[in-house]
């Protein structure tokens, strides 16, 4: 069984920048794609980055298209998402979510799609 736990989420101003973490355990994520969501206070879960098994693909959400980068180190079996110029909106409780899809040459920010997930670290932005 495949176990996901996020870490690095905080406190930020508004400008600032987080590197949240997720670590895999139970089984390796080579062959998973690897999905990032937030939900915010009194909102429904949206997707903002997903990469390929491979590490070829990453995908983001409109609004955080060039502020948020997503990676993945297969070896340490961990997935990362850089979270740059943060603002206010950015505020939530960020997942990490894994999907068996081994050789894809996509990956989808579509929850339903994702059987493993993380507890959750929430990302706060305030001044």
């Known amino acids: 069984q495949l176990q996901l736990v996020e870490s690095g989420g905080g406190l930020v101003q508004p400008g600032g920048s987080l590197r949240l973490s997720c670590a895999a355990s139970?089984?390796?994520?080579?062959?998973?794609?690897i999905g990032w969501f937030r939900q915010a206070p009194g909102k429904e879960r949206e997707g903002v980055s997903c990469?390929?098994?491979?590490?070829?693909?990453?995908i983001y959400a409109h609004d955080v298209k060039g502020r948020f980068a997503i990676s993945r180190d297969n070896a340490k079996n961990m997935s990362y998402l850089q979270i740059n110029s943060l603002k206010p909106e950015d505020t939530g409780v960020y997942y990490c979510?894994?999907?068996?899809?081994?050789?894809?040459?996509?990956?989808?920010?579509?929850?339903?799609?994702?059987?493993?997930w993380g507890q959750g670290t929430q990302v706060t932005v305030s001044s």
């Open positions: 979510a894994a999907d068996w899809d081994p050789g894809s040459y996509m990956c989808r920010l579509v929850s339903r799609r994702y059987p493993y």
């Open positions: 139970g089984l390796t994520l080579d062959d998973y794609a």
């Open positions: 990469i390929t098994d491979s590490g070829k693909t990453a």
